[in-house]
């Protein structure tokens, strides 16, 4: 009967040990590195809020890949969102000025809706920060800030209702051409309800704009951006350049900080199945606040 030699066991112990070593430094290195990660994110996070004064929230959607399979997850605003996004407003003082950073290519609409009225209502000054785009419904959560900071070359995006059904989706301003164009005794009763409902969800969007605008903007200012953004004048994917916005009449302003670009530098594609869409930093207690430079808009 063969019996393995002691040089046989020891390689054999050997390379069960590496097997094991591999396995744990399989699971062990990507968890310090986001750790690493995080812990990057939030020291920066701290320095923009000393910086500026204010309570800091992102709002950073990236695509994302699921680990093993390498299948890329798009991103964007859902109702975990709003409900981060509302509570980090709803702790910051009164009076405190808000900075919300946010790139996204939009998103639920609802949530959107609830993270714009809740921006608009909050007393103290609001900034909304736009490194790269912010689509959709992050455009309308731009609109409830008293200004927004856009990099030259970032986009907003018509915020015109959609109807999404599996793989399609149906502007709202179309649906409502269908009408037109056609007699009502050649359209589907599908269509002729989906075509009422696309005339209630411009008319809600219009009225939600016009109740996030007045008050900080003239009327002519309001009624501009909603046949601009609203009415379905564009495609939904139709990019909004700082300078578009300046047209409409929206306090825009280009300089965007430094710190923010060192920021999304930490908001790679990773291979994690889900990183934090939103964080942010309490205005701490006590901390010294300096002035923040105000941009004048002709």
Known sequence: MFEPTFFQIDFISLVNNLWILLFVLFFLVPQFQLMALNSARRGLLKRISRLRGSQVITLIHRQETIAFFGIPISR?????????????????????????????????ALAATQIALALNSHPGRKTVIIPHYAMSGGTLIALAADEIIMDPYAVLG???????????????????????????????????????????????????????????????TVDKVCEELVSGKYT??????????????????????????????????????????????????????REIPRTEFK
């Open 236 to 289: 939904h994917d139709h990019p909004i350049t700082a300078q578009d916005a300046i047209n409409m009449g929206l306090k825009v302003s280009t300089k965007v900080p430094e710190e923010i670009y060192q920021l999304m530098s930490l908001y790679k594609m990773g291979t994690r199945v889900r990183r934090p869409g939103v964080e942010f930093v309490p205005v701490m207690p006590g901390a010294p606040r």
């Open 76 to 108: 964007f605003i859902d109702i975990d969102d709003s409900e981060e996004v509302l509570r980090a407003i709803r702790m910051a003082p009164k009076d405190a000025p808000i900075d919300l950073i946010i790139h996204t290519p939009g998103g639920i």
């Open 158 to 220: 018509p915020v015109d209702p959609q109807f999404v059904e599996g793989n399609e989706s149906y502007p709202a301003a179309s649906l409502l051409k269908v009408l037109e164009r056609k007699k009502i005794d050649e359209v589907e009763d599908r269509t002729i309800i989906l075509a009422e409902e696309a005339r209630k969800a411009i008319a809600q969007m219009e009225e939600l704009v016009c109740r996030i605008l007045l008050g900080r903007y003239p009327r002519e």
